[in-house]
């Protein structure tokens, strides 16, 4: 069974760039999360979907991150214009639905901004 | 606010001996524990989840939980070197809440 996929692995931007990622969840799974890993740190939550609907973003930064998943199946998470502090590994999860069931990780992606 | 804590370490443990990690929680309505393995540079990894009371085995690794104490934790049984890795404590609450992340313990097995 293939793995939860994403694009890129590494980024390097400038500050007030633009930044763009793909995540491509375990086949069959409806649950789609987006975090961001900061080094020494747990991951933190962005946005979660429910096949292509969005069930908590709470945490997401709305004036500068956007996240969807038109059909239900991929995804990508935008920041625009992108900060220093972004800097941080960008993880996308799936699981078969909400609530408490175990998240697969994809590889991430690690966002440099200088 | 729901709160997931592990001390950070690094737990250091000389190679054959019983890694032990903890972690507790604040919320008394958690089901489900999660303990994820990460390696630098790496996304986590499952490895083991428990869901009720008491111990469960899997090859060298135990989970055990006590929602009495809100607490749980994670044996791995005869450490090796390449057990060397940042283990993470995640905790689920029912419906759509999502999994409540801890920062995670740093263990280093010295051969």
């Known amino acids: 069974e293939a793995g939860v996929a994403q694009s890129p692995r590494y980024k390097i931007i400038e500050k007030r760039q633009s930044v763009a990622f793909w995540c491509n969840p375990i086949?069959?799974?409806?649950?789609l999360y987006w975090y961001q890993q900061i080094l020494g740190q747990g991951p933190k939550l962005l946005i979660q979907?429910?096949?292509?609907?969005?069930?908590?973003d709470s945490q997401l930064p709305k004036d500068r991150f956007s996240a969807e998943r038109l059909k239900g199946v991929d995804s990508t998470l935008k920041i625009q214009p992108a900060k220093l502090e972004d800097s941080a590994v960008y993880l996308c999860?799936?699981?078969?639905?909400?609530?408490?069931?175990?998240?697969?990780f994809g590889p991430g992606t690690r966002l440099t901004v200088t | 606010q729901k709160e997931v804590e592990q001390n950070s370490g690094p737990l250091s443990v000389p190679e054959g001996a019983i890694a032990s990690l903890n972690c507790t929680y604040s919320d008394r309505g958690s089901q489900s524990f999660f303990w994820y393995r990460q390696y630098s540079g790496k996304s986590p990894e499952l490895i083991m989840f428990?869901?009720?009371?008491g111990d469960k085995e899997d090859g060298r690794f135990t989970a055990q939980l006590n929602k009495a104490s809100q607490y749980v934790s994670l044996l791995i049984r005869d450490s090796q070197p390449s057990d060397s890795a940042t283990y993470l404590c995640a905790v689920g609450v029912s419906g759509n809440t999502p999994l409540v992340f801890g920062k995670g313990t740093r263990l280093s097995v010295i051969a």
């Open positions: 086949s069959g799974h409806a649950t």
């Open positions: 979907f429910q096949n292509n609907g969005v069930v908590d």
């Open positions: 999860a799936s699981s078969l639905g909400t609530g408490p069931f175990e998240q697969y």
């Open positions: 428990i869901y009720s009371n």
